[in-house]
């Protein structure tokens, strides 16, 4: 017999949600009505008679629209992404002012950035058995404590070099499973509140962007005006802050209706191992992820080595840099605000691959001819349209793929990989431009990047990015077996196994 997991298995591979046993079947739309359930459920309404499907379903008809966990989750986002922005910023800083030494500065991000990614990549079997709330709450708590200790140590002179370290890794080891667990809210909370996945998606990813580009700035306005002190402890308040949110305005996931139970693997590393084999065997996803892995040890490249170098040997400095990243900034977070309230109605594969392409490769292009300021600058602005389309399909995908129950160790161990090349894209980048010049090295990891993105969506399982759905599994059959959960016709494996052929 075929076991629940197996069953998510194929589902997943095929990019479908697996339907649970009671869930009305598309060719019998009343056999939902036989269930023991469910034995008076009124007759469905002919079609003629049914209301128009809303255009922000999630969320079963007659249930009423909540917004509170939507806003609650974005905006716990926002304080916890603005921490990590702003500490980014000031924690160097500090250092770099009270040691007076450049090495000491370039071990704080590692120090932090490396437990991040080892307790994200683990902490996954504990959120699904213990719950996002918990682990977010928690994690934010602890983030909060360390943070604050770090300056009231160093006014009380108790801050030695080595327990600011120690402190650091505290803040990374639990920001990592907090951060997780954040993003499990997403299915439910936009369930919850009628819309598209991709509109919680989307609204998150401008979320991030713009906690990316606002943190920064707050960052360096507070260091200039009253010290790096004064930002570590806006730090520590917008960790508690993000605490305060979770802890008050949501609560932990349920599976779907139309979700089949996974069954569930006992003990912490069975459960960590099922979560693994999970995103080896699907074959989508695992394919997503391994792209993404690869673009961000290339981004990283451009990033941190040749980005700068571009800009010392063309003579536009420093604040090219600062146009380069703001400019590219501000158009995806309009993209990702224009994506929230169209993504949903629009092809993914494609869109996705063209926004992939668009904030990918065009500027390796103009760097590397020599194009002039205004050139380069343009070319970023469309770099980031296209790439604010990216993170809200990708959700929305992930989400989709990933059964409830599996989601946290599948979803964390995910961003673990896709974060694993990043410390090594600056050795990448220095060592290409040592072998080939500057111009050389941005054709090379152009080139990368191109094939990064191509080769693997010419695969037959990019077929399954298209928008999959369930039949809707209410009792009444509101859907007259036509319509899905998510108020879309379901799409065939096969039809889309026929597209990619």
């Keep these: 017999m075929t076991s629940r997991h197996a069953t998510a298995q ?26 023991p359930e469910a034995p008076e459920a009124p007759e469905a309404p002919e079609a003629s008679d049914t209301p128009d499907a809303p255009d922000t379903p999630g969320a079963p008809d007659g249930e009423p629209r909540v917004l509170r966990g939507l806003v609650g989750m974005l905006s716990a986002n926002a304080a916890s992404l603005s921490a990590n922005r702003v500490l980014s910023i000031a924690l160097p800083w500090f250092v770099l002012t009270t040691t007076g030494s450049v090495g000491k500065t370039g071990l704080v991000a590692f120090f932090q950035i490396v437990p991040y990614v080892i307790a994200q990549a683990l902490a996954g079997p504990i959120i699904d058995k213990v719950g996002p709330k918990r682990i977010s709450v928690a994690g934010d708590l602890a983030s909060t404590v360390a943070t604050a200790a770090a300056p009231l140590l160093y006014l009380t002179g108790n801050l030695s070099f080595g327990l600011l370290l120690g402190l650091l890794a505290v803040v990374g080891a639990a920001d990592g499973p ?56 806006i730090t520590a308040f917008l960790f508690g802050v993000s605490a305060l949110i979770i802890s008050t305005t949501l609560s932990d996931p349920v599976p779907e209706p139309h979700e089949m139970p996974v ?17 080896r065997d699907a074959k989508l996803l695992r394919s997503i992820v391994c792209m993404l892995a690869v673009t961000n040890l290339l981004d990283q490249a451009f990033m941190s080595v040749l980005l700068p170098v571009w800009a010392k040997e063309t003579g536009y400095g420093a604040g090219a840099i600062g146009l380069v990243v703001s400019i590219f900034a501000a158009t995806s977070i309009i993209a990702a605000l224009v994506a929230a309230g169209v993504a949903d109605r629009l092809p993914r594969r494609t869109v996705y691959l063209i926004g992939f392409t668009l904030g990918g490769i065009p500027r390796f292009v103009a760097m590397a001819t ?34 409830t129950p599996l989601l946290g160790r599948v979803k964390t161990l995910a ?85 990619a052929v």
């Design 10 to 35: 194929q589902a997943a591979d095929s990019g479908t949600r697996t339907p649970s046993p009671d869930a009305a079947a598309p060719d019998a739309p009343d056999a939902a009505l036989d269930t």
């Design 178 to 233: 907090a951060n997780g667990a954040k993003g499990l809210f997403v299915p439910a909370a936009t369930r919850a509140a009628r819309v598209p996945l991709e509109r919680g998606t989307g609204l998150s990813a401008a979320v991030e962007r713009t906690a990316t580009t606002v943190g920064p700035a707050v960052a360096g306005v507070v260091v200039a005006s009253f010290g790096s002190l004064y930002a570590l402890w």
């Design 263 to 279: 069954e569930e693997a006992e003990g912490y590393f069975s459960r960590l191992r099922q979560g693994a084999v999970f995103l």
């Design 370 to 403: 020599g194009a002039p300021l205004w050139v380069v600058l343009a070319v970023l602005a469309v770099g980031g349209l296209g790439s604010g389309f990216v993170n809200p399909i990708v959700g929305a995908v992930t989400y989709e793929l990933i059964p």
């Design 415 to 499: 961003q673990a990989v896709t974060w694993a090349g990043i410390p090594f894209g600056g050795l990448l980048g220095a060592g290409l431009v040592t072998v080939a010049g500057t111009s050389g090295a941005l054709w090379i990891v152009g080139g990368l990047y191109l094939v990064a993105i191509g080769v693997p969506a010419l695969n037959r399982e990019w077929a399954g990015m298209r928008k999959q759905t369930v039949p809707d599994a209410s009792p009444a059959g509101t859907g007259n077996g036509k319509e899905s959960a998510t108020g879309t016709a379901p799409a065939p494996v096969e039809e889309a196994v026929k597209e």
